[in-house]
């Protein structure tokens, strides 16, 4: 125990050292306590990398735009059933008119908005989007008093982003509660980020339920200098915060940044993305009657974006690896009314089909994850058929899958791994996942055949380090960034034996890591001499980097080249336009035999 609490004080002294290096002089007047001035802690490394692509002041920019929200929300018009113009009136409405029904619907939204906030883009071809402005930074006064301070509530990083993108503070999300908060109670709501650790990584270092009594003797009091996100109202007392396992604990009244919530608002009219994701589905340019993949299409955003570019004729097919996310976009189809999205879950990385395998069509027989099959197309989210199984009473299937394996593979035994086992298991354990109670299904693939599709959609899986409000990026560490480069360009990889010649492939992230992005385009213009940079409509990003960066280790990253930064879109966090950070290159596929 003595070691324990000798550990205990180190890690004290360490993160007091910490801070006295990042703010050697401690502010005495705690007027500047209460605010919202957050400084984004980068791995050194990472940060002397994006400083050497950027420059000192521009790096700067983006590191102080990535804590704070834009300043408007987009919403995306499903024009299949409404119009921008109808919209508009709807939200306007909400607003003004007390009386109607979707006002109760709309009450996160109502108050929030004033008239004149909202408007229909002006971009050519993005007509059907609206924004919605919100406003900020405001200055809060919470009340504070030297021999009084406010009532408090820390969250953690993930709930606090999600508050300041326009959220409540729901229970999961809080880790410390002042002592003697009833419900109804005004509390500062503050954020804990994560720290420096003993063990050279990091962490909270906090103990859910921890009692705050306003002093410095409370935890992560000097941390949270700077970060207090709002003020709200106390929907529990603070035993009923951290006894219930869901609900609002905090109704933010008072917020920093003023964005309204569009949650269950409208819902199939409106789907709230971010711009460039909007962008991206135009660079794509679907086209009538073609066949179109997206390649990890989770949570079905620019799968919709790009059905409803087709006018709902076509076909999209939407994959993922996950069942519920695949169920999800299924689900956000079947609300925006379009039938042309096909859904299978199937990791991208083997997206396309080994010679010895049938078709690309799911096997039904291969299905033993549950007992009922319902059509995967997004408009038939209801039970289709029920197929008789023996899953409950053994692991092996029923008789026609065996008969079929059996057929394929001769005289060879149907094997169930252990994992298989396992997973059965749980499942007859623990009962059926959340969409499976719902008699949904996502069905499997394996794969499809090379030049099966028109265009190619791949939004790659990233670092993330566009997405904003953004409180804490020094996880990411080079050899990270690095390993996810060597994983989109797997993945392109797949996505270019899809693609026919003479078709499009469309690459885009979240994030500002050139190593995902200009070095990803270099790579595939490297290896794939068959494939071009295309022009892009619309186009409001900026130019890519030129140049390359040589690493501590010897290994150089090669960027692009003088002439092709003017043919992909680099959203900057820091530029007016105020989106998130995002990347989109677009490709034009020619002969694969030349």
Not at 1 to 26: E, H, V, W, Y
Not at 222 to 250: H, K
Request: aromatic residues 8%; charged residues 25%.
């Amino acid at each position: 125990m003595k070691k324990a609490g000798d550990c205990i004080c180190l890690l004290k002294t360490f993160r007091r050292s910490f801070l006295t290096l990042q703010n050697p002089t401690p502010k005495m007047d705690l007027s500047g306590r209460y605010s919202y001035s957050p400084l984004l802690r980068w791995n050194p490394q990472v940060e002397e990398y994006f400083i050497r692509a950027y420059g000192a002041d521009h790096f700067s920019r983006i590191s102080k735009a990535l804590t704070r929200p834009s300043c408007y929300s987009c919403i995306r018009v499903n024009t299949l059933k409404t119009t921008t113009d109808d919209v508009i009136q709807k939200l306007l409405a909400i607003i003004q008119n007390s009386g109607r029904s979707e006002a109760d619907v709309a009450s996160s939204v109502k108050g929030r908005l004033q008239n004149g906030t909202i408007s229909k883009s002006q971009i050519p071809g993005l007509e059907y989007v609206v924004f919605v402005k919100g406003s900020g930074p405001h200055t809060i006064d919470y009340g504070y008093a030297p021999d009084k301070p406010p009532k408090e509530v820390i969250v953690s990083r993930k709930c606090a982003e999600a508050v300041l993108r326009g959220a409540q503070v729901y229970v999961p999300g809080v880790m410390a509660c002042s002592s003697h908060v009833e419900k109804g109670d005004v509390v500062a709501v503050s954020v804990a980020v994560e720290q420096p650790t003993l063990d050279g990584g990091w962490g909270l270092g906090i103990t859910r339920g921890t009692v705050l009594q306003g002093s410095q003797t409370d935890p992560y009091y000097f941390e949270r200098s700077g970060l207090y996100i709002g003020q709200g109202t106390a929907m529990m007392s603070r035993a009923g915060i951290f006894r219930a396992s869901e609900g609002i604990a905090v109704d933010m009244h008072n917020r920093i940044f003023q964005l309204p919530s569009f949650y269950d608002v409208l819902e199939g009219e409106i789907f709230l993305q971010n711009l460039p994701s909007i962008v991206t589905a135009h660079a794509l340019d679907p086209q009538k009657g073609e066949r179109i993949l997206d390649m990890c299409a989770a949570p079905g955003g620019k799968t919709t974006a790009i059905a409803s570019l087709l006018r709902d004729e076509g076909e999209v097919v939407a994959v993922d690896r996950s069942h519920n996310k695949v169920m999800d976009i299924q689900k956000l189809a079947a609300e925006m009314g379009l039938k042309c999205i096909t859904t299978y879950k199937l990791d991208a990385l083997k997206a396309v089909r080994r010679k010895n395998e049938s078709n690309d069509e799911p096997n039904m027989c291969n299905s033993k994850d549950n007992n009922y099959i319902t059509s995967q197309t997004s408009d038939s989210m209801k039970l289709h058929k029920e197929v008789p199984s023996i899953a409950a009473e053994g692991l092996n299937g029923d008789k026609s899958c065996k008969e079929k394996v059996s057929n394929e593979k001769g005289v060879e035994r149907t094997y169930v791994s252990k994992a298989d086992t396992r997973k059965n298991m749980r499942r007859m354990r623990n009962g059926p996942g959340r969409n499976q109670c719902l008699g949904g299904r996502a069905e499997n693939s394996k794969g499809f055949s090379p030049n099966s599709f028109d265009r190619v959609l791949l939004d790659a899986p990233c670092s993330a380090l566009g997405l904003r409000p953004r409180l804490f990026a020094a996880e990411e560490t080079i050899q990270s960034l690095r390993n996810h480069g060597k994983y989109q360009r797997r993945m392109f990889d797949q996505a270019v034996q899809l693609v026919r010649p003479g078709g499009i492939i469309v690459y885009s992230t979240c994030t500002i890591n050139p190593g995902e992005n200009e070095a990803l385009v270099r790579y595939a213009l490297d290896r794939y001499k068959f494939l071009s940079l295309a022009p892009q409509h619309p186009r409001i990003g900026g130019p890519g980097l030129v140049g390359r960066y040589e690493f501590p280790d010897g290994y150089v990253e090669e960027w692009l080249k003088p002439g092709e930064e003017e043919l992909v879109q680099r959203f900057d966090p820091s530029s007016p336009l105020d989106t998130i950070g995002f990347f989109i290159a677009k490709f034009t596929v020619g002969p694969k035999d030349a």
